[in-house]
């Protein structure tokens, strides 16, 4: 009987993730078992609507939780307490970003996944690169973005730079700025941050103001609790449609079987090795129990492909289940979902070396060292998006004379690769969150200190 009562307590309280592992194993069968039908478009897209209407409420929520979470968590620090916070936090975010890349170079230099004979079989995307793409453009994008003129506009667009063709000479191009459709989420952080902080200084004064957006924060919060409960209905259409949208399973992973399973062990390496490692050295806890807990983060991930979507999810699971302090929290995972890419930086070395190795392009040390740095550097610059790093990559390719064409190859396994690495990028927040908390939490626990003290005194006033 007391065994019973473990079991069906240990139900109870993982409810959620048992259903959404088991929606993921239906995904699967039922994927693979319509496919004998061969369904046409009309069927798909129905079948795929549950999971859009999913995806959809997530990334509605993104917004007010990023600019209601961080206000709070900066106004509720002390100076001293969110500068150390802010500086482990980008310490770490690059640290695991060059290591990711490291092990990518790593794992791409022992196996050699490269195959000339891939080139002709490989379908061309019709997605076309711009030759002239450069990174200093790209981080001069993420400065213009970080302060961006109208706060209205970087809820719904992005800058960014494009050269184009000159009509009367076509060897030529001009840069001009342009914006896209997408949250501006860097800018939106950035004066989120200093409004926080600005509230934070006034305090007193400021009260009814914190009082809003620690409110607002709550009901949003709570929100998200309701969404979750739709993870495994959304889970099983998302998967399901995926592996039915997809031509020739078969085909593609024959064609690229060696790259996609480079790139699935080197990430697999960098989230269960170099991770835990990292995190047990600096906290001294088991990275392991730690990564159980976020179990249901990483299968949203894997079924959303986008780390924005899955933020509320991250933060739920680092809050409620790993204990981790929330104004540590609010302040790197919404940070993190825009500038800290691991998976993507690993896949981004990677896939250079790949395309080096396929047109047997010799390369030297300095090579090896320009790719590794340029992965590292535009992985931070790489957007909370599905198949953003794919873009990104002309860089690296530009850097050692690769052509950047070849890119078209690694849209063929790109449904699979880009859902990988988004794992491998909330995991690389949820662990950062956890280190700094570790590494900062005197400093959480005098502002406690201190916040009880002024409440004390308020109270006696």
């Not at 995806?55 to 961080?70: E, F």
């Not at 379908?123 to 970080?146: G, I, S, V």
């Not at 790197?332 to 691991?342: E, Y």
């Not at 740095?373 to 390719?397: E, G, K, Q």
Request: net charge neutral.
């Amino acid at each position: 009987m007391e065994c019973w009562k473990r079991v069906s307590g240990s139900l109870k309280e993982n409810a959620l993730l048992f259903s959404t592992l088991v929606a993921v194993c239906l995904g699967v069968i039922l994927g693979l078992s319509l496919r004998m039908i061969q369904p046409n478009d009309d069927v798909i897209m129905v079948i795929e609507m549950p999971g859009d209407i999913f995806l959809r409420v997530l990334r509605m929520l993104v917004l007010p939780i990023m600019v209601a979470s961080i206000i709070t968590g900066s106004a509720t620090l002390s100076g001293k307490a969110e500068g150390k916070v802010a500086l482990y936090t980008f310490v770490i975010f690059i640290a695991t970003s060059l290591i990711a890349s490291l092990i990518g170079l790593l794992f791409v230099a022992l196996v050699h996944p490269g195959n000339p004979n891939i080139k002709p079989s490989a379908t061309e995307a019709k997605e076309q690169f711009t030759p002239n793409a450069k990174l200093l453009d790209t981080f001069l994008d993420l400065f213009r973005n970080a302060l961006p003129d109208n706060l209205v506009e970087a809820c719904v667009k992005q800058v960014y730079t494009k050269y184009d063709e000159d009509p009367f000479n076509n060897k030529t191009f001009s840069r001009k700025l342009y914006t896209r459709p997408g949250t501006n989420a860097l800018g939106l952080i950035v004066f989120s941050l200093v409004f926080g902080v600005i509230l934070g200084s006034l305090r007193e004064r400021s009260q009814i103001m914190i009082k809003f957006f620690n409110g607002l924060d709550k009901i949003v919060m709570k929100l998200v609790l309701k969404v979750m409960w739709l993870t495994p209905i959304g889970v099983l259409s998302l998967i399901c449609s995926k592996l039915l949208a997809v031509s020739d399973i078969t085909t593609l992973l024959q064609q690229m079987a060696v790259f996609v399973v480079t790139v699935l062990g080197a990430l697999t390496t960098e989230v269960l090795v170099a991770q835990p490692l990292l995190f047990f050295v600096i906290t001294r806890e088991n990275p392991y129990v730690f990564l159980v807990r976020l179990l249901q983060a990483m299968i949203t991930a894997f079924a959303v492909s986008s780390s924005s979507a899955t933020m509320p999810v991250t933060l739920r699971c680092l809050e409620e289940k790993c204990h981790v302090d929330r104004r540590v929290t609010r302040f790197v995972v919404p940070l993190g979902t825009t500038i800290n890419m691991n998976g993507t930086a690993l896949f981004i070395t990677m896939s250079t070396f790949f395309i080096a190795q396929m047109n047997g392009i010799p390369l030297q040390a300095g090579d090896y060292l320009a790719v590794v740095i340029t992965a590292t550097a535009v992985s931070v610059a790489a957007t909370s998006v599905p198949s953003s790093s794919l873009f990104l990559m002309v860089m690296c390719l530009s850097a050692i004379g690769a052509p950047v064409s070849d890119v078209s190859l690694l849209f063929a396994v790109e449904w699979i690769n880009d859902r990988s690495r988004t794992i491998n990028n909330i995991i690389g927040d949820a662990f950062a969150s956890g280190m700094v908390a570790h590494l900062c939490r005197k400093d959480l626990e005098n502002d406690d200190n201190v916040d009880d003290t002024t409440v004390r005194a308020s109270n006696i006033m």
